[in-house]
């Protein structure tokens, strides 16, 4: 379930309703004014947000203000280490400043792609730090209930069994999930696991279960992908962030269909198989896997040490996946 949508006016006053009844002509044709009539008083309950931090999103309908859409970006499964810094600041929860003017402003390696969010006045950024783990209607800013899109790029640090079990809840209250992962062999540290091994588990583990019906089949391919022919390339290549048609990738593993859902569909080919794939679930719960994580390299970095490459300026590979985040938000600009 998605968090309820609040308005800008987080209470209504009381208002009251008052009248004159109609009066009777007296037989004499004297016409007898009435006093009016006391009725009682009566209030309209506003939804109050959970955390006001979380700059509470709007209804469109119900004033002037936009919606707000809530995406949580992953920074707590190893997403910054060694070479790749695969988060979009390095402040905390709330990237620093509020009130970006560039990509810059903000200090992680997918920097450009949480300042394309904000920038579109859509949607507010938020982030899970290192130390803290998903919840599902815990309350508090890891709990997912109150987002309306995860992201977790590269995570090279399995979710654990209960990480797994708040996805789930996620997906089936109708949230949106963006997987990122890489090719075979980019493991960034002795410690690590590989991204792809990481979002293989979570997908097929209990409870995801391979609901979604999409794998990552790690290998390694260097070469760029074009649109495909499903459905989802149209979706996806003419959404609110501008048109795709070619989406530039650079060492990456493709990602396949394992045939468990019927709804599961590849937007970019890489040769016969996909590099980025979408697929929903009955609940409304929808995913977005992409197979490298150089579309989304920004090639920016502030004291992280890595060598980055600006794969986000390349071909339409920003239209690609602002597009693809604005589809599992269900936001149509």
Known sequence: MHPPPMTMNETRGPRSVGG?????????????????????????????????????????????????????????????????????DNSGVEPTPADPSSELDWSGGVSAWGFGLYQSGRYVIRQLVPGTRLSFGEGGPTDLATYDVFISVEPEEPFSPNERSALSSFANNGGGIFLVADHAGAQRCTSCTEAWRVINVALSA?????????????????RSGTRGS?????????????????????????????????????????????????????????????????????????GCGATLFDGWSESDDASWILNATAWLARDGG
């Open 230 to 302: 499903d459905t989802m390339a149209t979706d996806l290549g003419m959404g609110p962030f501008g048109h795709a048609s070619t989406l530039e990738f650079h060492a990456g593993t493709t990602v396949s269909l394992t045939g468990t859902n019927e709804n599961a569909a590849i937007a970019v080919r890489a040769g016969q198989q996909g590099m980025l794939v979408t697929s929903s679930v009955p609940s409304g719960g929808r995913l977005v896997l992409l197979g490298d994580s150089s579309p989304a390299d920004d090639g920016t970095c502030s």
């Open 20 to 88: 004159r009844a109609l009066c009777s002509l007296l037989a004499a044709c004297a016409l007898v004014a009435c006093g009016p009539q006391d009725v009682p008083a009566t209030s309209v309950d506003a939804a109050t947000p959970s955390d006001a931090s979380m700059d509470s999103r709007t209804d469109a309908d119900a004033g002037t203000s936009p919606r707000l859409f809530r995406v949580l970006f992953d920074t707590s499964h190893r997403n910054s280490v060694s070479n790749a810094d695969w988060v979009v």
């Open 206 to 222: 209990s409870p995801l279960s391979d609901t979604f019906g999409v794998r990552c089949d790690g290998n390694s391919i260097a």
